[in-house]
C-alpha cells in the first residue's frame, strides 16, 4: 500500500526558514521521482519541485527558485522541501506527490502560514 505523509509546516515569520518532510512507503521509493505542490486559499494546486529517482536531478518553479530546496534520503524513504526566505506569499497547504505504476498518490497536505 503505497502512501506519503508530510510534516514540517508551521507558522513562519517573512525572510524565515522552514523544512517540510515527506515520508513515502509501499514502493522502491529511490527508483522514483517525487514532487512538492502548493495550494493557496483561492488558488489552483500549483508544482513546487520535483527531483528524479536516481541522480537526484531538481527542477523549480520560477517563484521559490533560489529559496528552496529539494532533496531526498533514499536510506530514509524521505523527501525534503527547504524553505528559506519565506514570503507571506508562500503561505498555503503543501503536498507531497508520487507518481507509481501510473498512479496519483498525494499525502494529506501540511499548513504553512508566513506571517508577522
Known amino acids: 500500500q503505497v502512501q506519503v505523509v508530510e510534516s514540517g509546516g508551521g507558522l513562519v515569520q517573512p525572510g524565515g526558514s522552514l523544512r517540510l518532510s515527506c515520508v513515502a512507503s509501499g514502493f522502491s521509493f529511490s527508483s522514483y521521482p517525487m514532487r512538492w505542490y502548493r495550494q493557496a486559499p483561492g488558488k489552483e494546486r500549483e508544482l513546487v519541485a520535483r527531483i528524479t529517482g536516481p541522480g537526484g536531478i531538481t527542477n523549480y518553479a520560477e517563484s521559490v527558485k533560489g529559496r528552496f530546496t529539494i532533496s531526498r534520503d533514499n536510506a530514509k524513504n524521505t523527501v525534503y522541501l527547504q524553505m528559506n526566505m519565506v514570503k507571506p506569499e508562500d503561505t498555503a497547504v503543501y503536498y507531497c506527490?508520487?507518481?507509481?505504476?501510473?498512479?496519483?498518490?498525494w499525502g494529506q497536505g501540511t499548513q504553512v502560514t508566513v506571517s508577522s
Open positions: 506527490y508520487a507518481l507509481v505504476m501510473q498512479r496519483e498518490y
